[in-house]
């Protein structure tokens, strides 16, 4: 089992979606994430479109850096801030790709962002972790 670290800022959009995207789409993949700074709440609009595409697990929740451990294959930064914030992991690739924050704003931008990272990401973390199906 290949083992990711999504980070951002806030934890509460962008690296929650990426991590349920992640667990939900990438076989032989688990996802974690946190923040820099973390919200200590996932967004309503993140997690409403989460239980709509069927993949929100309760398990998810915004936390920080210090709370996630073990060994990661690959860490991911989402956003510029947690890129600058992000540690350098023993044994860890790092990928960055940022995604505009939805966070204040309306439901349709958390689902572009949705959109986004799963048509961007996703075969970017592939790549990375030389994987070649889906779930």
């Known amino acids: 089992m290949k083992r990711v670290l999504v980070l951002c800022t806030g934890n509460s959009c962008r690296s929650i979606i990426a991590e349920a995207l992640i667990n939900a789409e990438l076989k032989g993949v688990l996802a974690q994430s946190a923040g820099s700074r973390p919200k ?14 069927g993949i929100w697990q309760e398990g998810y929740r915004s936390k920080g ?49 949705f959109e986004q990272i799963r048509r961007k990401l996703l075969p970017k973390i592939k790549d990375e972790l030389g994987l070649g199906q889906k779930k």
Do not use: M, N, W
């Open 65 to 113: 850096i210090e709370e996630v451990s073990g060994r990661f294959d690959l860490v991911v930064s989402v956003c510029d801030d947690a890129k600058e914030a992000c540690p350098t992991l023993p044994g860890a690739k790092a990928l960055h790709i940022p995604f505009d924050d939805p966070d204040g704003k309306e439901y349709e931008a958390f689902e572009k962002t």
């Open 40 to 53: 200590g709440s996932v967004h309503p609009y993140a997690k409403k479109l989460l239980q709509t595409k």
